[in-house]
């Protein structure tokens, strides 16, 4: 079993905090109370989100033992602070009820099935991108989907924050991959594994990803939503470890994909977009 359903969008749990607790929270606990009674279960997956991280902790970042650190602080030399490297044994900071509900539910997975002798595995997802994703209204998740469909509809793309937040794109075919390595795997049982590329990509470049696909795109510097974290990337060792396994589809590669599909489907361009559109023109 995998239990996947929430309400994924950091957005609306933040305006419904309520309804973000009712989904995620006493949801979860409906499912985990079924599989704890459960005599035909053999493992249950919880999915769970990267968000648990927020901003990360100060040892995040490379140690004086870490072998990876010369090459870091001469990366830092150049462009700046290095973004923070999640670690499945780091301790969580979420920022967003959307995340603190993701946080509670990994700890009563393992508090709820472990007594009852149930297999379970907690996989956290990074920035999970890839057709079929559509936008909704009022939310700032599914940059990818955002700014294709914002740019085929001729209308800036907004750069929250001036696109400075690093996210760890991992592409939906790698996601259900990845899920399914977790559900059937021996290694992964009551392990908590990233599911990420550990390659870290800021929001501005996919801005200019996506425009290369549309030309003549203008880009917009707008506010940084509340509890929109500046992000990081996967470790990936211990994914690769228990998994057996790494993403394979890279983010030019997944953004042109998306552009693709988005070209050829024309109904998933909604219609209060080309409404919005309409009335710019």
Same mark, same amino acid.
């Given at each position: 079993?995998?239990?996947?359903?929430?309400?994924?969008?950091?957005?609306?749990?933040?305006? /419904?905090?309520?309804?973000?607790?009712?989904?995620?929270?006493s949801?979860?606990?409906?499912?985990?109370?079924?599989?704890?009674?459960? *005599? *035909?279960?053999?493992?249950?997956?919880?999915?769970?989100?990267?968000?648990?991280?927020?901003?990360g902790?100060?040892?995040?970042?490379?140690?004086?033992?870490?072998?990876?650190?010369?090459?870091?602080?001469?990366?830092?030399?150049?462009?700046?602070?290095?973004?923070?490297?999640? #670690?499945?044994?780091?301790?969580l900071?979420p920022?967003?009820?959307?995340?603190?509900?993701?946080? $509670?539910?990994?700890?009563?997975?393992? /508090?709820v099935?472990?007594?009852?002798?149930i297999?379970?595995?907690?996989?956290?997802?990074?920035?999970?991108?890839?057709?079929?994703?559509?936008?909704?209204?009022?939310?700032?998740?599914?940059?990818?989907?955002?700014?294709?469909? *914002?740019?085929?509809? #001729?209308?800036?793309?907004?750069?929250?924050? !001036?696109?400075?937040?690093?996210?760890? $794109?991992?592409?939906?075919?790698?996601?259900?991959?990845?899920? /399914?390595?977790?559900?059937?795997g021996?290694?992964?049982?009551?392990?908590?594994?990233?599911?990420?590329?550990?390659?870290?990509?800021?929001?501005?470049?996919?801005?200019?990803?996506?425009?290369?696909?549309?030309? !003549?795109t *203008?880009?917009?510097?707008?506010?940084?939503?509340?509890?929109d974290?500046?992000?990081?990337?996967a470790?990936?060792t211990?994914?690769?470890?228990?998994?057996?396994?790494?993403?394979?589809?890279?983010?030019?590669?997944?953004?042109?994909?998306?552009v693709?599909?988005?070209?050829?489907?024309?109904?998933?361009?909604?219609?209060?977009?080309?409404?919005?559109?309409?009335?710019g023109?």
């Open positions: 079993m995998v239990r996947a359903t929430a309400l994924a969008d950091v957005a609306a749990s933040t305006r /419904l905090p309520q309804d973000a607790i009712d989904h995620n929270v949801g979860t606990q409906t499912v985990l109370s079924a599989a704890a009674a459960s *005599r *035909r279960l053999k493992r249950l997956v919880f999915v769970s989100s990267a968000s648990v991280y927020g901003n902790n100060p040892d995040d970042w490379a140690g004086p033992e870490d072998e990876h650190r010369s090459v870091r602080e001469l990366l830092g030399s150049v462009y700046g602070a290095m973004p923070p490297r999640f #670690g499945e044994e780091r301790r900071h920022l967003s009820v959307y995340a603190n509900t993701k946080a $509670f539910s990994e700890v009563q997975t393992d /508090l099935l472990r007594p009852a002798g297999s379970y595995s907690v996989v956290r997802y990074f920035s999970v991108y890839g057709q079929p994703q559509v936008i909704k209204p009022g939310s700032h998740s599914w940059v990818v989907a955002w700014f294709a469909a *914002r740019a085929a509809a #001729g209308l800036p793309l907004h750069l929250n924050g !001036g696109g400075h937040q690093v996210r760890d $794109f991992v592409h939906v075919d790698d996601i259900a991959e990845g899920t /399914l390595r977790a559900l059937t021996p290694p992964a049982d009551r392990k908590t594994v990233n599911v990420g590329t550990g390659r870290p990509t800021t929001i501005r470049t996919v801005a200019d990803l996506v425009s290369g696909h549309f030309p !003549g *203008r880009v917009v510097e707008t506010p940084m939503p509340p509890g974290p500046l992000g990081g990337c470790g990936t211990l994914m690769q470890q228990v998994l057996g396994w790494q993403p394979a589809i890279t983010i030019e590669d997944g953004i042109a994909q998306y693709r599909w988005l070209k050829s489907t024309p109904a998933a361009l909604p219609g209060w977009l080309r409404q919005e559109a309409g009335q023109a």
